[in-house]
């Protein structure tokens, strides 16, 4: 069979990925995870030839690891992508795969059962083609990543020290941009405390909610100061928004507690200690404003920006290699969302995203540019078979 028979099978692999439910069980409760997709791809390898396990991440959570050995010595390659999706709600046949007009529909088709079609495909031509393959390339098709990437951070901890790797293209959807940064992020939790009494004793109460309305004016100068900041030539600036809010229990009372959920969108040289010191300091102004106030914040989960130098070798080579197949579409370019990456590169692998055209990730009508399947396995196969 020749290669390009392979990246051609990567719309059917796609359509049998996109049949499978394999929405985050983390974001809905009680939805199928990643058991069947990863039980299916797992079978569908070794009838290949390809040497391919499962790993329990979690209880009835799955990553599928395979891996093709070329015949000469050479780089550790690594290719990653994730197996769950978000929800389906709302959708009309989220698990019915609908080639129309060169666009796959369904969910997960860009975001990224595409690019687990794309690695695949390119998995089986490099198995076709061993004999002329240095090194070794294995994929990690991993859980987790809509949620907590509880995926990739087992697989990277799991993996032997002694077998470090050189690469890895994490293929998420950039719509062929060689994509060398993006945003990271952190969840943050403040809670203000005051004194409960009834609203016609003014001089017992403290309200509590208002002074959440002090940190919240500090927050909003915060965020216009960010706006006015580009630390980064890509990604600009920093951001940040109040997602919920709750507090107070009845009309007549003055409300003893109140609390505030915000989101931090970090751009490098940003992390999670940036944005730990950048509250306590905004707290402390409160409360050299107003002695009264009493509150605490913390940082309840983060994920660190990512960025990679595009002169490295690996970057450039890839970059020349897509560049050579879709001249006038492949670009260097960013992604504004967070990927697995950023995990794979604190783990001191260099990586890029790189994926397929498409649109409508994480939302009702979800495509991918259907020939962008064959076109990127033969990029990724034509980048690894290079020397
Ligand atoms: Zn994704």
């Known amino acids: ?31 199928a995870g990643e058991k069947e997709i990863a039980k299916f791809i797992f079978h569908f390898l070794r009838k290949e030839g390809i ?22 010595p050479g780089p550790r390659i690594l290719l990653n992508g994730h197996l769950d999706t978000v929800n389906v709600s709302g959708m009309q046949d989220p698990f019915i795969p609908n080639l129309h007009k060169g666009k796959l529909f369904g969910r997960g088709s860009q975001d990224m059962k595409g690019g687990i079609a794309i690695a695949i495909s390119a998995l ?6 061993r004999n002329n393959l240095t090194g070794e390339i294995i994929l990690a098709a991993v859980a987790d990543e809509e949620e907590l990437s509880l995926g990739t951070s087992y697989f990277l901890k799991h993996w032997p ?79 940040l928004h109040a997602s919920l809010i709750s507090g107070g229990s009845q009309w007549s009372s003055y409300p003893d507690f109140c609390q505030l959920k915000y989101e931090r969108r970090t751009v490098p040289p940003e992390t999670k200690f940036t944005v730990e010191s950048e509250i306590q300091l905004i707290l402390d102004k409160c ?14 989960y983060a994920r660190n920006p990512f960025e990679i130098d595009p002169d490295l070798k ?24 967070w990927t697995d990456a950023a995990l794979l590169s604190m783990a001191g692998i260099p990586s890029i995203v790189f994926g397929p055209r498409g649109s409508g990730l994480h939302s009702l009508e979800e495509y991918v540019v259907a020939s962008d399947l064959s076109s990127c396995a033969e990029i990724i196969f034509n980048f690894l078979m290079e020397d």
């Open 124 to 129: 089986l031509a490099l198995q076709n083609q």
């Open 314 to 337: 690996m970057v450039h080579k890839f970059y020349q290699t897509a560049h050579r197949h879709f001249p006038k579409e492949v670009d260097w370019g960013w992604v504004s969302f």
């Open 1 to 31: 069979m020749s290669v390009q028979n392979y990246f051609n099978k990567s719309l059917d692999i796609a359509c049998d990925l996109i049949r499978i439910d394999s929405v985050n069980p983390g974001l809905k409760k009680g939805a």
């Open 51 to 72: 040497t391919v396990h499962l790993q329990e991440i979690a209880p009835e959570r799955f990553n599928v690891i395979a891996t093709v050995k070329g015949l000469q």
């Open 161 to 239: 020290k002694n077998k470090p790797f050189d690469f890895a293209i994490v293929l998420e959807p950039t719509d062929l941009q060689v994509s060398t940064a993006h945003k990271g992020f952190a969840w943050l939790e403040i809670k203000t405390f005051g004194k409960a009494a009834h609203g016609s004793r003014p001089k017992d109460g403290i309200d509590a909610i208002r002074m959440m309305g002090e940190i919240l004016r500090e927050l909003d100068i915060c965020d216009q100061n960010l706006q006015q900041e580009i630390l980064h030539p890509q990604l600009g600036c920093g951001s």
């Open 287 to 300: 409360r050299r404003k107003n002695s009264l106030l009493k509150a605490e914040a913390r940082v309840i």
